[in-house]
């Protein structure tokens, strides 16, 4: 039994420090959507607010699947309900953050190529910065 217990120790160890990878991916995703809209704002860029949307949706992704993780570890009842709520609230705002992008999308008139743009925002900031470094 206590060969169990050392093994159950280290598990919970291991999980907890995934959980904080997955969420603070979800937190710089989110930082760098933001950021990015507002260089978007201040540029006048067109579809800034479909690319935030996008951001804040692939963060409560992360933010989801760390509390998915949270769940393995839990306890109590208390804390599986309390678990349960903040997982059916977060799944609730990703529904409704992809029903505007989807809005937003049909409302655009986007081209497909724009649309992939749209997708790969980090990709393409780094593809341009290395053409305006070659042009310069």
């Known amino acids: 039994m206590e060969i169990f217990a050392k093994i159950s120790e280290?598990?919970?160890i291991i999980v907890n420090y995934l959980i904080l990878v997955v969420e603070?991916?979800?937190i710089v995703i989110l930082?760098?959507?933001?950021?990015s809209?507002?260089?978007?704002?201040?540029?006048?860029?067109?579809h800034?607010?479909?690319?935030?949307?996008?951001?804040?949706?692939?963060?409560l992704e992360f933010k989801m699947g760390g509390e998915l993780l949270r769940t393995v570890i839990v306890r109590e009842w208390n804390e599986l309900l309390i678990l349960g709520a903040i997982i059916l609230l977060r799944?609730?705002?990703?529904?409704?953050?992809?029903?505007?992008?989807?809005?937003?999308r049909k409302n655009g008139n986007l081209t497909d190529l724009q649309l992939h743009d749209l997708k790969?925002?980090?990709?393409?900031?780094?593809?341009?910065?290395?053409?305006k470094d070659k042009d310069g």
């Open 91 to 104: 799944a609730a705002l990703t529904f409704l953050i992809q029903w505007e992008i989807k809005i937003e």
């Open 48 to 59: 800034t607010r479909l690319k935030l949307a996008e951001g804040i949706a692939l963060a």
């Open 24 to 26: 603070f991916i979800g």
């Open 120 to 131: 790969m925002p980090l990709t393409n900031d780094l593809k341009s910065e290395k053409n």
């Open 10 to 12: 280290v598990f919970d």
């Open 37 to 46: 809209a507002v260089i978007g704002l201040c540029k006048r860029q067109s």
């Open 31 to 35: 930082m760098y959507a933001i950021v």
